[in-house]
Structure formats: C-alpha cells, structure tokens
C-alpha cells in the first residue's frame, strides 16, 4: 500500500507540479512549434508520451546492469542518446510494419523526438532521483503525460492569439512565450498539492 | 565587412544571427539555468567548448562521414564532447556541476550545436567552422548572462550570487520562478526584433535550415513557414 501511495504521488507530481514544460524547461522547442493546432498537439505529445515509457524501459535495465555493474556510469550520456535515437527508428519501422493508421498519425513527429532534451531528461533524472524501475515508469508516464496536457493546453491558448491583433514586433515566438508563461503560473498553483494528498 | 572574411563569421553568431535572441535555438537550457548570472555563464562557456570542438572534429570529418548516417554520427561526437566537459566540470567547479544538474548532460539534445554541425561545420573548413562556434558560443553566453541579469537583479536582489541590499524590499520574487524566465525571454526578443528592425535577416531564412530535424522532416509537422 505504501508502495502504491508513492505511485501515486510521483505520477501527481510529474504530471502537474513538476511539469516538464512548464516547471522544468524540458522540450520546449515541440512545445512552441507544434502547438499550433490541437491535433498536431495531441499527435506530438502522444508520440513523445510512447517514446518516454519505451525509452525508460530500455535506458534502466541497462543502466543499472550494464553500466553500474561494470563502473562506466560517465558513459551515460552517449549510451543513452544511441539508445534513444535507435529505439525512435525502430519504433517507426515497427509501426509502419503493424499499425500503418497508427503510424500515419505519429509516424510525422516520431523523428524529430530523437532531439528532443524532454526525453533524454526524464531518463536521467529517473537515475539521479533513485527510483526503482516500477517508479522510473510511473515517473515517465506522469511526465509525458504532463507533456501532453501541456500541449493540449497550450495549443486552445495558441489559436485565440491567432484571432488578435499583436504589436508587430511581438508576433511569432514573442507574444508565444509570453503564453506559455501564463500557463506556467496557473500551474505553480497546484505546488502544494502532492504534500497533502494522503494527509 | 564581407560577407566570407574570418571576422564576419566571428561576429555573425554573437550579433547579426545570435543564436538565443535572433534564430531562437537552444530555448530549454536558456529559460533553465538563467536564474542566476554564475549559472548562465557556466552554462555559456560548456556549451561554447562543446561547440567549438564538435564543429572543429565534424568539419574535418565532413567528407569521410556519409550522407545518409550523419546525424547519427554528429550525435555521438557532440556527445563525447559533452561527456569531457562534464567530467572536467565536475572536477574542477562542483558547484556549478550541481547547480546545471541535467542540463550539463542536455548540451547534447541543444539545437545549437547540431544545428551548426548541419548548417555551418558540414560545408566549411575546419578554421571558419571554430570561429563560427566561438562566435556562436559567445552570442549564446551573452544572451544568457542578459537574460540571468535581468531575472538575478530583479527577481532574486543579487548579481552571481552577491546580494545588493538596497534593491532588497524591491525585489518581485517572479522572475527567478519559471513563468518569469518565460516573460523575461519573450520580451528580449520583442526588443531584439525592434531594435534590428529591417536589418536582421528574416527568421523564415533559416529556420528550417538550422533545425536539427531537418533532413527527416516532412513540412506537415512543423508550421515554421506558416509562422513566420
């Protein structure tokens, strides 16, 4: 039950507290590029959702098998970013291969994720914070499911900046940061709520 | 000055195209670790080695690597670079090894990098290829070190972490909090885009160019052409 309680809260605060975007400053870039329409944000965030579950599997086995056994923890870096980038390529393969619909959904953002420092990030952190691998999938879940909430968010928020008139010299990236900031304040609401969830 | 001189190159990435407040690359370490200027300018500097090493190692190897695996190979030698300088980092300046935290492992996902791999180091000769990750490096530590100024004095009092007591009862506790580095970032660029008015080059020119997904990209994703 205790274990379950840590589930929980972990998975509560990736999605909400410590938001990705919003709190952390991981994977900004799809966030301000492919916000632009819902579908689009739901396709991106979805994949990097996929990608962040398939690639915590992979990286924490290895990690704690391959490189703590054998002493090479400074290979992080470079092994996890191959391992990133090939399982992205595979997934691709693979989804063409089994799910063409599903894969002519994704198959567009599933690439450019490869770049994508939201993915890399969590892998890491899921190291650093300690986590046991049960934790390490909650943990990615939460966070790309914060991601995607993000984008869903963002993107309702994008398409009435679309209908305004914007001084010019804010049009473009500007005026989008400058949203995106009032989501992230909106989310700094919820920073109390993962201390009291079971008190 | 013209337009393939040495100095040109050199002053093409700290100035005409900064890569933080002109082609907007390399937005997550920026908005990350501005909350202090000793930060931002540890931050600078490792991404500025990193840079002019990966860009010095990919131009000399632009006619061995092939085509069709570049990406991958550009990956691993960016990631080599970032793996010394965090080990040279954690050896000599733990402090701020444990301020950047995550982000000194992210240099390796940073746009900035292999976005110069692909648009400059991939097509010019080794010389040309370090100054234009001198200059681009210098560009993105001082737009960094602007941004940490501004939120450091503002939002925290202080300036690389000596308080200034008179600026205390002053200080507005928002920009060193996330949404404030948001605000700050997007109101430099307005400026920037005001400033330069007419005279910087169009963000249309080279977004796609610089973006690291471009040799997989199909337009359908990204609405850069739209945007701009």
Redesign the interface.
């Known amino acids: 039950m205790e274990e379950f309680k840590t589930l929980i809260v972990i998975l509560m605060s990736s999605v909400l507290v410590n938001n990705y975007v919003l709190n952390r400053f991981l994977g900004i870039c799809p966030f301000l590029g492919v916000s632009k329409k819902i579908n689009q944000a739901v396709g991106m965030g979805v994949s990097v959702t996929l990608v962040m579950l398939v690639a915590t599997l992979a990286t924490w086995p290895i990690n704690e098998f391959v490189l703590e056994r054998f002493g090479l923890e400074y290979l992080q870096t470079i092994v996890f970013i191959l391992i990133i980038a090939s399982l992205v390529q595979i997934l691709e393969i693979v989804l063409k291969k089994f799910s063409p619909s599903l894969h002519q959904g994704l198959g567009v953002y599933l690439p450019l994720i490869t770049t994508n420092c939201a993915v890399l990030g969590v892998c890491i952190n899921n190291i650093n914070d300690g986590y046991t691998f049960l934790q390490s999938v909650v943990s990615s879940l939460g966070c790309g499911l914060g991601f995607l909430l993000a984008m869903i968010l963002f993107s309702g928020i994008r398409s009435r900046i679309d209908e305004t008139e914007v001084p010019v010299f804010f049009r473009g990236v500007a005026i989008t940061l400058i949203a995106a900031s009032f989501i992230s304040l909106a989310f700094m609401g919820f920073a109390g709520i993962v201390d009291n969830l079971f008190a | 000055m013209k337009k393939n001189s040495s100095l040109y190159v050199l002053f093409n990435g700290i100035l005409r195209e900064n890569p933080v407040l002109v082609l907007?690359l390399g937005?997550?370490p920026t908005?990350?670790t501005t909350t202090n200027v000793f930060g931002a300018f540890g931050m600078g500097v490792a991404t500025l080695a990193v840079l002019i090493c990966s860009n010095m190692i990919i131009s000399l190897l632009r006619k061995i690597i092939p085509d069709s695996v570049r990406?991958?190979c550009y990956?691993?030698i960016i990631?080599?670079f970032?793996?010394v300088v965090?080990?040279l980092v954690h050896a000599f300046v733990p402090a701020l090894y444990e301020m950047l935290?995550?982000y000194l492992?992210?240099i390796?996902?940073?746009?900035i990098i292999?976005g110069r791999a692909e648009m400059f180091a991939s097509k010019n000769s080794v010389g040309k290829s370090a100054l234009d990750g001198l200059g681009m490096g210098i560009g993105f530590t001082l737009a960094l070190c602007a941004i940490a100024t501004i939120r450091e004095v503002v939002g925290a009092a202080s300036f690389a972490g000596i308080a200034i007591p008179f600026l205390e009862p002053l200080k507005i506790e928002f920009f060193v909090?996330?949404?404030?580095?948001?605000?700050v970032?997007?109101?430099l660029?307005?400026?920037v885009?005001?400033l330069t008015?007419g005279k910087s080059p169009k963000?249309k020119d080279f977004t796609c160019v610089g973006c690291?997904?471009m040799s997989?990209?199909?337009k359908?994703?990204?609405?850069?052409k739209?945007?701009?």
């Open positions: 907007i937005t997550c908005l990350a990406i991958p990956i691993v990631a080599g970032v793996t965090q080990m935290g995550v492992a992210l390796v996902v940073n746009c292999l909090k996330a949404p404030g580095g948001m605000v970032y997007g109101l660029i307005a400026l885009g005001r008015k963000k690291p997904g997989f990209c199909t359908s994703t990204c609405n850069v739209k945007e701009v």
